[in-house]
């Protein structure tokens, strides 16, 4: 097993050439965004199970504890995940390991090893075609609010402040520095377009960020709502509502054919949001941690 904090680039291709794999085999992706931007940076720990050029099994550790793994499907039932398992907790005793799509291979695995689910991640999604149409936009209550796009100089210090607030209890989201929005902001996907603000004269009240990302294919491929934020203070006036009713149309009127995006398990505010606006649950991702004694 090879550990590194630094992947060379026949590594990283080798790895991406996985991540294909086990997306066709799986239908579904084992690393997030984080992870992803992780094998072309800093901030995580890579363990690579290789076979002559090729890496049949993988598992990234970032700074944060938090742990994503993958076996490519021809390799499985081998020992392979278990042997990145047993490595990773050993540098991480107290690792959060996710299982993308809760797959019962993957859970039955990690609840093996004396893993227990931590949280749940719900992913919503809606149509937005014809048969599903839109609500009114609601009207928010707070005064003085503009709706805007983003504008970078204008927008990136005070998108990070209110993030931090809105997530100041989120273990990945509310860390977000203007480090990590400046990497996101100059991904091909980001269009200014598709991050919808609400200014008061007092300052940022809230914002929704759409992704959509381009494909070959004629058709128009779901976006996502990558993240949804309420300064603390706007929270109770209907700005999310307004922001998310505001964005849904954009989509719906570019022809987007459907939506979704991933909230806590927990989060029973934001559930009630989206199930008013048709949010329906199409996927679960849970991460499991070793239960602390005492």
Do not use: C
């Amino acid at each position: 097993m090879i550990t590194t904090d630094a992947l060379s680039a026949q590594r990283r291709g080798a790895i991406e050439s996985l991540l294909t794999a086990v997306i066709a085999h799986d239908g579904i992706s084992p690393l997030d965004e984080a992870a992803r931007l992780a094998l072309r940076g800093e901030g995580a720990t890579h363990l690579l199970i290789e076979d002559g050029a090729a890496v049949t099994g993988y598992a990234s550790l970032l700074e944060d504890g938090t742990v994503q793994g993958m076996v490519h499907p021809a390799h499985r039932r081998a020992g392979l995940g278990t042997a990145l398992l047993a490595a990773v907790l050993e540098r991480r005793p107290d690792a959060g390991v996710w299982a993308h799509g809760a797959l019962p291979g993957a859970v039955a695995l990690l609840e093996g090893r004396g893993l227990r689910q931590e949280r749940l991640l719900l992913v919503l999604r809606r149509p937005l075609d014809a048969e599903h149409p839109l609500p009114p936009v609601p009207a928010t209550d707070l005064p003085g609010v503009e709706v805007t796009s983003f504008e970078a100089v204008r927008d990136a210090e005070d998108w990070v402040a209110l993030n931090a607030a809105a997530f100041a209890s989120h273990p990945e989201q509310g860390a977000l520095t203007r480090e990590d929005l400046d990497e996101r902001l100059s991904e091909p996907w980001f269009d200014p377009e598709d991050m919808v603000l609400a200014r008061t004269p007092e300052g940022l009240a809230g914002f929704v960020w759409v992704k959509r990302e381009e494909t070959a294919d004629a058709e128009l491929p779901d976006a996502e709502i990558y993240v949804v934020a309420t300064a603390p203070s706007a929270q109770g006036h209907g700005v999310a509502g307004h922001l998310l009713g505001t964005a849904l149309r954009r989509l719906a009127e570019r022809g987007v054919p459907g939506v979704e995006l991933y909230v806590e398990g927990d989060n029973a505010p934001a559930l009630a949001l989206y199930e008013r606006w048709g949010f329906a649950v199409s996927g679960r991702h849970l991460q499991l941690r070793r239960a602390t004694e005492g």
